[in-house]
Nanobody, 122 residues
Framework: QVQLVESGGGLVQAGGSLRLSCAASGRTFSSYTMAWFRQAPGKEREFVALINWSGGSTFYAASVKGRFTISRDNAKNTVYLQMNGLKPEDTAVYYC???????????????WGQGTQVTVSS
């Protein structure tokens, strides 16, 4: 069992930056692929970024590539999402997730956090 708690969301102006953190409980954190998804009002949850168990492989949605960076610290059981150059269309609730497969599909992820709100004003 893994419990995930996100933090770091907030209100920021367009062009600004935020760093999201996701702290995980459990001794098996380092074995999981970790991902960030987001869901805007009235829209489906969408993939943002993922990182494999070692941190050696990362993948990004086209909409955030070059602006967002995912990283992890297995010693701290934490995964991060550095978000730069934020746009109003990045406004959403951001969720971290843990799973066994390297996948863009949310159905592949076993554990989810409660989400943190990111709001980008124009």
């Amino acid at each position: 069992q893994v419990q995930l708690v996100e933090s770091g969301g907030g209100l920021v102006q367009a062009g600004g930056s935020l760093r999201l953190s996701c702290a995980a409980s459990g001794r098996t954190f380092s074995s999981y692929t970790m991902a960030w998804f987001r869901q805007a009002p009235g829209k489906e949850r969408e993939f943002v970024a993922l990182i494999n168990w070692s941190g050696g492989s990362t993948f990004y949605a086209a909409s955030v590539k070059g602006r967002f960076t995912i990283s992890r610290d297995n010693a701290k059981n934490t995964v991060y999402l550095q978000m730069n150059g934020l746009k109003p269309e990045d406004t959403a609730v951001y969720y971290c997730a843990a799973g066994g497969a390297v996948s863009y599909n949310s159905n592949s992820y076993l554990y989810w956090g409660q989400g943190t709100q990111v709001t980008v004003s124009s």
